[in-house]
């Protein structure tokens, strides 16, 4: 029986596909990154890799059998693929909008990047090794070239996906459109680029260079606008993150600031209320005397308006006692456990102030890890702190559900926009110590350790308040 086809055309038919396996990777890969990112209902779970492929073939099919220029269909495609991320996975369409925009621009750059440089280095060499006079890039060059191309652009996908988190992770709505729209305009531009260049619209030497350096300058344009927008696509995508961090920090700072006040203030209300006790029993005693019981009680309210709480002397810093209180009553209303031993020095490098965002915000995040346990008796908050060789140590414990896990900038708050902004700047303020930090959960339970070492001089944060 006589072949259809002989080995070297059957491998050679073989090898002229591989780079349709090749775009299947990326599509995988980006299916995954979606999954990981925005969700996907068990039903539509392969969908997406299958739709994106046949949208693409039908529309390089149509390519090739019209006349209609390719940026057309290369748009188009770019919309479908936008289109089937919407449709198919979770999350909100503003997310979505970010995460489509974070694959296409992967897949637009790192693969006109490498098919511009391989192509300018393949026909250097053509040229100057073999010595071709006007070299032109084969089928087998151009399908190698792409291959590789899309095998580079799948290695970033997955190597970028290990730091997208917190970009990913509760944000405003307006902030993924605000860092979307201009990843979807660098995209367009190197798309419209990339087609003038193949039509000698960026470069052309009217003949008088010759066919191979109109190819060399064009494909180097491509490839340093290509590298250009690669560069300033990452730097704004995680500028954005860096940006939105620093913002959201300095908010929740200038919050806790305006909370130290508050405490302040009222321990020195409580503070004159005590110091006027003698004049207020007398006066009370002569209300209760006279039977003006509408005085006595007006006086009483009065009293109590002004003179707040009294909050003991439990750890040495009125401030963090008045705090310590107020999260005390907080697990008692909870009916959560709570066990606290702190000692503070009475001369001490750290700031009243600091101390507060520290306590403040580590047990608000003890709190709320122990609200969401389903068994609310199971919940416990364990503080301890003291003096251990000229070092404050603080070691706080607290019960968390055991199918939680810690990350760093990634912990749970009932608000969005407190997410995972308390432990940075708790970190902000125990380096400002020279001290260092320690977080483990496991087993149900998280732990912090904080070691700052003590100065005989106290801190002064008049610039910070």
């Given at each position: 029986?006589?072949?259809?086809?002989?080995?070297?055309?059957?491998?050679?038919?073989?090898?002229?596909?591989?780079?349709?396996?090749?775009?299947?990777?990326?599509?995988?890969?980006?299916?995954?990154?979606?999954?990981?990112?925005?969700?996907?209902?068990?039903?539509?779970?392969?969908?997406?890799?299958?739709?994106?492929?046949?949208?693409?073939?039908?529309?390089?099919?149509?390519?090739?059998?019209?006349?209609?220029?390719?940026?057309?269909?290369?748009?188009?495609?770019?919309?479908?693929?936008?289109?089937?991320?919407?449709?198919?996975?979770?999350?909100?369409?503003?997310?979505?909008?970010?995460?489509?925009?974070?694959?296409?621009?992967?897949?637009?750059?790192?693969?006109?990047?490498?098919?511009?440089?391989?192509?300018?280095?393949?026909?250097?060499?053509?040229?100057?090794?073999?010595?071709?006079?006007?070299?032109?890039?084969?089928?087998?060059?151009?399908?190698?070239?792409?291959?590789?191309?899309?095998?580079?652009?799948?290695?970033?996908?997955?190597?970028?996906?290990?730091?997208?988190?917190?970009?990913?992770?509760?944000?405003?709505?307006?902030?993924?459109?605000?860092?979307?729209?201009?990843?979807?305009?660098?995209?367009?531009?190197?798309?419209?680029?990339?087609?003038?260049?193949?039509?000698?619209?960026?470069?052309?030497?009217?003949?008088?260079?010759?066919?191979?350096?109109?190819?060399?300058?064009?494909?180097?344009?491509?490839?340093?606008?290509?590298?250009?927008?690669?560069?300033?696509?990452?730097?704004?995508?995680?500028?954005?993150?860096?940006?939105?961090?620093?913002?959201?920090?300095?908010?929740?700072?200038?919050?806790?600031?305006?909370?130290?006040?508050?405490?302040?203030?009222?321990?020195?209300?409580?503070?004159?209320?005590?110091?006027?006790?003698?004049?207020?029993?007398?006066?009370?005693?002569?209300?209760?005397?006279?039977?003006?019981?509408?005085?006595?009680?007006?006086?009483?309210?009065?009293?109590?308006r002004r003179g707040g709480k009294s909050y003991g002397d439990m750890t040495g810093n009125k401030a963090v006692d008045a705090l310590l209180y107020q999260k005390g009553k907080w697990a008692e209303r909870e009916n959560i456990k709570w066990e606290c031993d702190v000692q503070i020095p009475k001369i001490c490098s750290i700031h009243s102030f600091?101390?507060?965002?520290?306590?403040?915000?580590?047990?608000?995040?003890?709190?709320?890890?122990?609200?969401?346990?389903?068994?609310?008796?199971?919940?416990?908050?364990?503080?301890?702190?003291?003096?251990?060789?000229?070092?404050?140590?603080?070691?706080?414990?607290?019960?968390?559900?055991?199918?939680?896990?810690?990350?760093?900038?990634?912990?749970?708050?009932?608000?969005?926009?407190?997410?995972?902004?308390?432990?940075?700047?708790?970190?902000?303020?125990?380096?400002?110590?020279?001290?260092?930090?320690?977080?483990?959960?496991?087993?149900?339970?998280?732990?912090?350790?904080?070691?700052?070492?003590?100065?005989?001089?106290?801190?002064?944060?008049?610039?910070?308040?």
């Open positions: 029986m006589k072949q259809v086809f002989q080995d070297g055309d059957i491998l050679r038919e073989v090898f002229y596909y591989f780079p349709i396996g090749c775009y299947l990777a990326y599509l995988w890969g980006a299916d995954k990154f979606c999954k990981k990112y925005l969700g996907v209902l068990k039903k539509k779970e392969f969908l997406f890799v299958l739709l994106s492929f046949i949208s693409w073939l039908f529309l390089n099919i149509g390519n090739k059998q019209s006349s209609i220029p390719y940026i057309f269909f290369i748009i188009l495609n770019h919309l479908c693929f936008m289109g089937l991320i919407f449709l198919l996975f979770c999350g909100n369409k503003e997310k979505k909008m970010l995460a489509a925009s974070i694959l296409i621009m992967i897949l637009t750059l790192v693969r006109d990047f490498w098919a511009s440089f391989l192509s300018c280095l393949t026909l250097f060499l053509l040229h100057t090794v073999i010595k071709v006079q006007e070299p032109v890039l084969g089928q087998w060059e151009a399908v190698v070239i792409d291959s590789f191309s899309l095998i580079m652009a799948t290695w970033v996908l997955h190597g970028i996906s290990k730091y997208l988190t917190s970009v990913f992770y509760l944000k405003p709505r307006k902030w993924y459109i605000m860092t979307a729209i201009p990843l979807l305009v660098m995209i367009g531009i190197n798309d419209v680029a990339g087609w003038g260049a193949s039509n000698g619209i960026m470069v052309r030497s009217s003949g008088s260079m010759g066919l191979y350096y109109d190819q060399i300058f064009s494909y180097t344009e491509s490839f340093v606008l290509t590298a250009l927008s690669i560069f300033a696509g990452g730097f704004y995508l995680f500028g954005m993150e860096k940006i939105y961090l620093e913002q959201e920090k300095s908010s929740q700072y200038h919050a806790q600031i305006e909370m130290y006040k508050m405490l302040v203030e009222e321990y020195k209300q409580s503070e004159r209320l005590r110091h006027d006790m003698k004049n207020h029993i007398i006066a009370l005693s002569g209300l209760f005397k006279n039977k003006e019981w509408e005085k006595l009680g007006s006086y009483l309210e009065n009293m109590e600091d101390f507060c965002v520290i306590f403040g915000n580590i047990l608000d995040n003890a709190l709320e890890a122990c609200e969401r346990i389903e068994c609310k008796k199971e919940g416990f908050v364990n503080i301890q702190g003291k003096t251990v060789k000229k070092c404050f140590l603080l070691e706080v414990k607290n019960s968390m559900k055991r199918t939680e896990e810690y990350k760093e900038g990634t912990t749970k708050k009932k608000k969005d926009k407190d997410h995972g902004i308390g432990l940075k700047n708790v970190g902000d303020i125990v380096h400002k110590y020279h001290g260092v930090i320690n977080i483990k959960a496991q087993e149900g339970i998280f732990r912090i350790s904080i070691l700052i070492p003590l100065k005989d001089t106290v801190h002064d944060i008049k610039e910070d308040i």
